[in-house]
């Protein structure tokens, strides 16, 4: 909690206490000067919050600060993997500093990948983590995966109306999700009615501040929690066989809203001060799930730096109790794969590459 | 559904909307009636039984009771017959378990082992509010304060009336009867009247209360799990600061709860007394209790208080029922004996100021505000506290003798104490020439206004909504 809110909380009372019973007058002028009101202050609110690093406190946040803490404490250069719980599960930041030191490489990684993330969502707390570390990543690893690319407000399937979900659809948020349910990217007519009914909801919510003093904090005061979420034993209900078979890749593009919404975030950061961009996503069971991503390494993300999961020699080794469910991985699982994903960077000659 | 939930507003938008479509007296209250069993039914629909019961028993007793003619001793009958079969409904539900664990462990102390479980009982919302109702219907009618209702609807509508049903205010049948009965119009000034109660109540809750359980809660627990708390970990300041925000949480709900029950009967064409008055600027005992929960505090004076003789005969005797009332009260909060000692402290003080000063003004007014407010402070801590031990921990961290630990609540905390007085000087006619003020009345003025308190209580409005603290009473 934080002053502002007794601030706020003493502004309403006197209000509440002083409102009494209004003379007649306009209908018209009356919604106006509600709406007037109604708008100023919040925009008000929002300008303070704004100002006092003040927002809905979710778990990204806490993953954010615990990565702010790792690298505060280290001069090396940064990589930062963003991904949704694939990343989560799949990307152990402190295996893969490991193994990059232990071949020569001072970089220090850390993750910023929670469940149900879309590169919208992701990228506003990558932009939250440089803001509070004052620091920019060298490397930035982006987590593609065709569910995100296909369903612009793909977080309406998993949690609505939660502190999250209207956390992230500030304006320029929504205009891109809007962008991306207009061009289709929602499942069939009655899911993109429901998405952008939705996405009208959570818009408004945020651009009233619902919640925003009450349940929020500074972001900076947040419990730190790092990203990263080990699983040791496999899900009760899952199945899980490994099948090899891969989907013959096609060269392949997204849709037009996130291949846009990709070109300003690659600009964006590349002027920030990134070296590099990096397009990634850790192994799943689903053939055509690790299709899409050879499609996009060998189409629009050609000109990037781009690890696929399709290595017919990673998924052999995979083959066994490494799953904890069809899309995530188990702890060994991980080891197995991050130690695949360092020799891959390595490989690549990323790390060493000039600008 | 509780007031500040989605739902909830759904709901009232619906019972509104129909209720003023309707025309008739009968139909309205016929709608009302369908809706306080939605309402009732929505956390759990196998205790509508309960209230059914509640509220047969009553309208068969009173009945009965106006039948016979005062000082029979059938009538006194019906009396004693009313009263219990409704405490047995609350001592089964609220306090079999309390009773049956005390006794255990009192007879396991004597090396007895009685080999009883205690059953866990469900608690039926809001039975302490409207089972209070239906007593006082009874003893009204058997009194021959009050003519008795041969409607069944009538009583039902009484005891179940949506607004109050699960957290008061205990509204009396002499003042609920005849507004039933009274002709409604819908006027611009009875929703500008409901909508300031209400808002008035929704900035307490949602605004304020909800939010201060972040203070509270990581410090005395939760107060539905038993054994969560780690005292030991907390400063001094910290605990002294979780005291604050507990006696600020629990004004702005219950109070914020009852104006909004008071705004959405408002709405309805219906008047519900006020149940706080600024509590907090009281200077002494008697006073606090004269404007926290009146309509509890003046229920257990006309029902408990005074038919114990009430200040009528010797000192003593009147400090005997200003304890009784006082414990009893206590044990009304909940099944436990920490209440119990609440409600003792508070008789004690009552009794001591009623002994030192007879009624006459105690010490100056910030002396005795200070006085007063520091004693009510303190004894919400076993109010709150899950034990005796805890209670004990929290009060030496008041002394400042404790070693405590190092773990600290926000210093914002400190806040609440002009938050709170801005309250009582607002709410005490403080600012009134600003409030009397015609500028305030001026249509855009007003609209703008409530567009702001609307900006600000959106703001302040809880993600995750926290149930009404008095719903577990």
Redesign the interface.
Known sequence: ???S??A???????????????????RF???A??????????FL?KSLAAANGIG?TTDFDRFVNAAVIEVSQDYAPIIVFTGASYSRNGVDPERLTLALRERGYPHRVVSLSIEAASILERDQHLQQFIELSGKVPDLVFIEVAEDFDHRAAYMFGNAKF??RA?EQFDLPTSAWTGFGILGGACQGLKGCVLDAGYLGLHTALNV????????GERSASVKAVPAYDPQSEPRATSEHTLSLKSTPASIYQGPQWIRSFRYQQQNRLLAQGTRAIAYYQPPTLDPDARAYIDGLCEGELFAFDCFSPNDPQLMAQLNGDYWFDSSHLLDGGTAIYNAWLAQEIIASGMLERRQ | MIFTDIIFFAFLTVVFGAYWLLQGKEARLNLLLVASAVFYGWWDWRFLGLIGFVILISWLVARFAARRAPGEAFRRLALIAGISANLAVIATFKYFGFFADSAREMLSTIGLDPGWTALNILLPVGISFYVFQAISYIVDVARGDLSSEHRLRRVALYIAFFPQLVAGPIVRAASFFPQMESVKTLSSALVFAGLRAFALGFAYKAGIADNLAQFVDPVFGDAQVAGDTDLAAWSNLALVGATLAFGALIYFDFAGYSLMAIGVARWFGFYIPKNFDHPYASPAIDDFWRRWHISLSSWLRDYLYIPLGGNRLSAGKTYRNLMVTMVLGGLWHGAAWTFVAWGAMHGAALAFHRALYKGRAAVGFLYGLIATQVFVLLTWVPFRAESFADTLVIWSAFTGLRDGGSAEISAWVWLLVPLIALDAILGRGGLKALQASRILRHPVVYWSGLGVLSGIMLALYPLEASPFVYFQF
């Open positions: 909690m934080h002053w809110f007794f706020v909380a003493a502004l309403g009372l006197l209000l509440a206490h002083g409102l009494k019973l209004p003379r007649a007058g306009s002028i009356s919604a000067a509600f709406i007037v009101g109604l708008l100023t202050t919040a609110i809905r939660s502190m209207i009233l501040n619902v919640g925003l003093i009450g349940s």
